[in-house]
């Protein structure tokens, strides 16, 4: 007996080595938190199935998966704009972020988690700061998540004991979805005596670390004038990269820091959006491929994003990575479909469990309406899926084996009381002293 029968889908799938195949008129069961078949329409008898999603044509594939974000910023969204990088932190997000409150990051996650399913969005790896409101909000939306708490260096011991706490608390919790993460913020914030007890830490309690590193060339350029190694040579030096690592952006990594990467347990998490609008320059993408370094898609903050849309992450990424290559040929379909699924599951620690629709894997899926007049005729459903779908064509949300949204609608979520919530503190929020911050920009 099936717990839940998905009938009459086209499903995406992509291989390990990254080739795609859209198998069209399939039936997907899934059992308990697992995808037990995927299977010719047909095949699978309805009787078999306690509850059945009638798909009617559309594109099953993984749930999509934001594999770096600071989800609760979504309270300062639209708050930083057309400023130079060293001012959106300096005057803008660091005095913003005095004002947090612990129940800000509760309703700010919660904002963001109904932001990111509507858009598909199943699993994030967050770093901010009050981790158990966002993990009590991961609970109640019944997403997944990989959760950290940031620290810098000048919090000390104490901190560090404090996020450990995080960790003994959730790691595991919410039937497994949650997973925790060490967070030291960034070399720039972090010095070697703190990264070094970090990734100790991270040694006694299995976790891996989640860390900003090389967030552009001119980063990579202040470390080697001011200590002669680069900064992922600095995480290389303190320990760091021994455990699972989520490296954000690493656009400033050089071809030895590249080759290094390959060699160690380490992910990039991607968020070119971000890379845009602060004009931070573009990432090695193809090269780190090319190593054999996985990358995962990721947002970043709302505050330098605006949305928390992977879709968009796919798609910029595509295009500006060409762009860069100044080739059209560089980062194919396939390439960027499997970036987008086991590659940013890998990323997040969770290859071979999510990413993918296959028997055996979490059951974390997503239908896509491929009706819309703005991707037919379906001449390339996977083209259609990067270049021209839209967040807003996901259906259906699937988690852990349990419908989150279901034709839109959200299950597990009060959008307009989370709104409301939010709209309520606005004024709180956007009050910016700039003498008042909770850290200071210079790397
Ligand atoms: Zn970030």
């Not at 795609?20 to 899934?30: E, K, N, P, Y």
């Not at 030291?184 to 070094?196: E, G, I, N, V």
């Not at 590659?343 to 979490?362: C, H, M, N, T």
């Amino acid at each position: 007996m099936y717990d839940l029968l998905i009938q009459n889908t086209h499903v995406l799938h992509v291989s390990h080595g990254s080739e795609i195949r859209v198998l069209r008129d399939h039936d997907i069961a899934i059992q308990a938190n697992r995808i037990s078949a995927v299977e010719p329409v047909g095949t699978i008898q309805p009787s078999d199935a306690r509850q059945i999603i009638q798909a009617d044509g559309k594109l099953a594939m993984p749930g999509l998966i934001n594999t770096h974000s600071h989800v609760p910023m979504v309270i300062f969204r639209g708050l930083a704009e057309d400023v130079s990088l060293e001012k959106w932190f300096n005057e803008y997000m660091w005095p913003l972020e005095s004002n947090l409150q612990e129940e800000d990051v509760y309703w700010g996650m919660l904002l963001g988690l109904a932001e990111m399913i509507e858009a598909g969005v199943t699993s994030v790896a967050d770093h901010y700061f009050y981790m158990d409101q966002a993990a009590r909000a991961v609970q109640e939306a019944g997403t997944r998540a990989a959760l950290g708490w940031v620290v810098f260096g000048n919090q000390g011991q104490a901190m560090l004991d404090r996020t450990t706490q995080f960790i003994e608390r959730w790691q595991g919790a919410a039937g497994g979805r949650i997973t925790a993460w060490l967070a030291p913020h960034a070399p720039y914030t972090c010095d070697d005596d703190f990264l070094s007890a970090s990734a100790q830490r991270a040694r006694d309690l299995g976790v891996g670390i989640h860390i900003h590193v090389a967030e552009t060339a001119a980063q990579t350029q202040a470390s080697l004038e001011k200590r002669g190694i680069t900064p992922i040579r600095v995480l290389e030096e303190t320990g760091v990269l021994e455990r699972p690592t989520i490296l954000a952006h690493a656009i400033g990594a050089t071809p030895s820091d590249i080759q290094l990467l390959a060699e160690r347990p380490a992910g990039v998490a991607h968020a070119p959006k971000t890379y845009l609008k602060l004009a931070m320059g573009s990432a090695p993408v193809v090269a780190f491929r090319e190593a054999g370094v996985p990358v995962g898609l990721a947002t970043d903050g709302a505050v330098s994003n605006n949305t928390l849309d992977i879709w968009e992450s796919m798609r910029l990424m595509a295009m500006t990575q060409k762009q860069a290559q100044a080739s059209p040929e560089m980062m194919t379909i396939a390439q960027v479909l499997h970036i987008a699924t086991r590659s940013s599951a890998r990323v997040v620690g969770l290859a071979d469990q999510i990413g993918a629709v296959e028997p055996g894997y979490l059951a974390d899926l997503i239908l896509v309406d491929m009706g819309g007049a703005h991707v037919q005729p379906l001449h390339s459903i996977t083209a259609s899926l990067i270049y021209a779908t839209r967040a807003s064509d996901v259906q259906t949300v699937i988690v852990d084996g349990k419908v989150i949204m279901r034709d839109r609608k959200l299950l597990t979520l009060n959008k307009e009381e989370i709104i409301q919530q939010v709209s309520q503190a606005m004024r709180r929020l956007a009050r910016r002293v700039p003498s008042q911050r909770i850290q200071v920009y210079n790397p």
